[in-house]
């Protein structure tokens, strides 16, 4: 040991002690909410899976394309019980000989299923303040004027279950939890597991500490009583997770609230989680673990079920569809669903469509980063608990992912971090924004800053990543896919902007500044010509907001508000809208004026917005 080592290890003995006697205070004040979050287990009943989740019921329905939207049907609420329905459904099909016509399916569905969203209320959270601090540090007026009309959006994405989603969960395919929520917007009428995150640090800078603490108590109670999170709130998501960012929202919980009980009573319940991921996405690569993405269920998704069977033609046999299923799925576990990102093809290349989508087959460079730093972060806890023995084993478990980043995701010829392919065992050499995310969560060694920025600045450099006006996109390729060029995300470009911060170089430092302004430039300008927080933008017009995919584009939106109002609270000392546009493209004056006189006006008559 040198001696620095010896002096590090005495600290952390010496903090590791001290917060153990702390630990021994706040444990004997255990509050109620901490109390319920470990104790209130019951074990969820599934049995809408199976009107929602698979079956000849829901391939009847959904192959009938009875609706502009795949995901209404499966929100739609059932009239009578599953077991009633599908007997009456039995009974339907026998009927007709088992070759309803489409109008004798939407009979079928008008009479045995309500309207779909109606086991949410509209919900104004009780603790929403009408001027958080955060607004005093936006020092631009218009800027300031957003702040409050993103924080009055708080009110309209609130939701809280009906009482009768509780007692009769099996009339419905939301998953019941005891807390209200902040939904996304636009089709997405459920919470989501990730873009919590950003809604959740969005809440908590403006002040809204219960409706935080809340949501995070519902995915705490979702991991004791189904195991772990599903991508969103429905029972048709059940095979598949998204990326596990619990642990990072209890840590921001306790770094706003300072209330470390609130971490380390959850401790169980994120361990649990982590070792989920550890036990059901486990993936080796050149002789190390790492994770990929997966789903363990059968058949196409629910909420986009005539899309998969479409795609899946050109598959032979029934076993190749269903691999096609759940490569599909384990792509929507990682939330970027859907983009070139997953598609190996025979040439080994990313050249294809959906067809050639092989996600397990790709180690994800964010999926690893973030189990990285769950590990690091459970450790924390664990530190103030002063559970010694548990914190040390938590570190070794991180430092073993940052060892197996390290040598098979870090690419030095490069200069970036890659996905890794399973099948052709080679690096995927392909621009995505998720390559940067180590940065995020610091999972590479520190003391390798400068040599680590330089690569990666050189990375950005050679593809052109700072000549968009709207954006870092997300990838190079267009493909018409959302997750592909020129859609921008506001979750990817927080990843980047916040790791090129952490990363501390004065380089990396001045890029992540630009970019965090031409974001918050950029979502303004959109906002200020059409009134809407878009769910994705389009990189390469200043301004402009995104499309492709699968569905239409969706306003709201939780997680860009999320990330705009935790960026005005930390550059709106310095953001001026004055005669610039963020240092990327120039945009046209009066343009900008025309937007302003039409959303004064179309303000004054929604009588909502004052300038
Ligand atoms: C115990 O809880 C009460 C009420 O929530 C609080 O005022 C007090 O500061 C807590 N004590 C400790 C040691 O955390
Ligand atoms: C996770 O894996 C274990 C064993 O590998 C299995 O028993 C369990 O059902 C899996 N859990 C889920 C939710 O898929
Ligand atoms: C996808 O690519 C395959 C061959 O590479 C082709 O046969 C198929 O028609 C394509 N599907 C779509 C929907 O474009
Ligand atoms: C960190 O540095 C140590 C000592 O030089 C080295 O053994 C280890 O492999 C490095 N780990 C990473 C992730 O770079």
Redesign the pocket.
Known sequence: MTKLNVLYATILCCLALLSQVRARTLIENITESANSIVKNIDTYDFSSCQIYCYGPLLHTVQMAKLFPDSKTFVDMKLKASPETTLEDFDAFMASKNNTPTRDEIREFVDAHFGEKGTELDVWTPTDWVERPGFLDLVHDPDLRQWGMDLNNIWRELGRKMKEDVQKNPQYYSIIPVPNPVIVPGGRFIEFYYWDSYWIIRGLLHSEMTNTARGMIENFLNMVQRIGFIPNGGRVYYWGRSQPPLLTAMVKSYVDFTKDDLFAINALDVLEHEFEYFINNHTVQAKGHNLVAYRDSSSGPRPESYSEDV??SE?FDTEAAKEDHYSELKSAAESGMDFSSRWYI??DGTNV?????AKTRSIVPVELNAILYWNAKMIAEFHSKAGNVEKMTEYETKAQKIKEAIQAVLWNEEAGCWLDYDLINDKPRNYYVSSNLSPLWVKAYNISDSEKISASVLKYIENNKLDTFPGGVPNTLYQTGEQWDFPNVWAPMQYILVEGLDNLGTPEAKELSQRWGQRWVKSNFEAYRETLAMFEKYDAEKFGGHGGGGEYGVQTGFGWTNGVIIEWLAKYGRQISLSGNTGGAAPSSRIISLLGVTAVALVGALAGRFIW
């Open positions: 479409e795609t050109s093809n025979e294809g469509n959906l067809t050639n």
